[in-house]
């Protein structure tokens, strides 16, 4: 009984990562999905979840590819932008240091979006990854770092089974 209880909310958290990521996404569309090089996801401070849950981790990537279905790149940002969000939500899940945990999403996304982005709009590589990583910064760090400084006061309500230190 215990164990399906631990399933259960699981998959509600992840129901509702996904969810939120979706929602925050879509609300802030011009931003998420910048046609240009400027792209900012406010969903992306999402990101640091997977210090807190595991369920951040299949969260995140349904929450990415529910919200890139609607992205005017297309299929390819639906396919390389999920995977590129279940590698760093993975990463960032193994990261002891929660200071670091949004290294991973700013790293990966910085070279997997803006390679889509160059072989996509032809946009200068190294621009381009310049650019996905600065948006990733202030998404992950900034707003990601004063959802990690409120979830510290709540993790043992919000995620009952966050063991690290």
């Given at each position: ?28 569309a ?47 940002d ?6 590129a ?17 949004p ?15 160059h072989?996509?709009?032809?946009f ?7 650019s996905?990583?600065i ?31």
């Amino acid at each position: 009984m215990k164990s399906r209880i631990k399933y259960t909310r699981f998959l509600s958290q992840a129901a509702v990562i996904a969810a939120v990521y979706t929602v925050l996404t879509l609300a802030f569309a011009p931003l998420s999905y910048g046609e240009s090089m400027i792209q900012v996801r406010i969903s992306e401070m999402l990101t640091i979840l997977p210090y807190y849950t595991s369920a951040a981790i299949p969260g995140l990537f349904i929450g990415v590819i529910v919200s890139n279905l609607f992205s005017p790149v297309g299929a390819i940002d639906v396919v390389l932008g999920s995977l590129a969000t279940l590698l760093a939500a993975y990463l960032s899940y193994r990261t002891k240091n929660k200071w670091l945990v949004p290294i991973p999403p700013i790293v990966v996304n910085a070279l997997v979006i803006g390679g889509m982005l160059h072989y996509v709009y032809n946009f200068p590589l190294e621009l381009s990854i310049i650019s996905i990583a600065i948006g990733q910064i202030l998404s992950c760090y900034g707003l990601g770092g004063i959802l990690m400084v409120a979830l510290d006061r709540t993790k043992q309500y919000i995620f009952p089974e966050y063991n690290k230190g």
